[in-house]
């Protein structure tokens, strides 16, 4: 199967979008390749559109924060991190929840470091929102794309909520 792909210009700078029949596998606020990469090896065809799923993002970028809610997405992971990833695309935009209460959402309460190693492995930012995710304390964590990125988009989600 060959993968799609596109690069957006949003305001925080370049986000790649890379889908395989219609359905994102990987996005990033880094270059194609470097997300292509990170998902395998299949072909990659680069365009300038990737229809929907173009207009969704940007879309969400403008301010319409429901603009990515049913965007189809696949990712490789075990049970615990698909669980952890549809429990953050249940967290509303402008919402933020803890480590702690993704492991529950996800099913297993105790798996605290299993719900951060999800947040971690998200190849598909901000889609999948793992910028949502929280410490306990309330402070930020970690964000692949830096703790910038991770404070904008929040700061962007509670502007247009």
Known sequence: MTINATTLQTPIGELALLARDGTLVAAGFADVHTMHVRIGDEPLRV??????LSRAVSAYFEGDLTALDELP???????????????????PAGETISYTKLAAEAGNPKAVRAAASA??????????????????DGSLGGYYYGLPVKEWLIAHELRHR
């Open 73 to 91: 997405v696949v990712q490789q992971g075990g049970a615990f991190r698909q669980a952890a990833w549809t429990a953050m695309r249940r967290v």
């Open 47 to 52: 365009h300038g559109d990737l229809g929907e």
């Open 119 to 136: 947040c971690a492995q998200n190849l598909i930012a901000p889609i999948v929102p793992c910028h949502r995710v929280l410490r306990s």
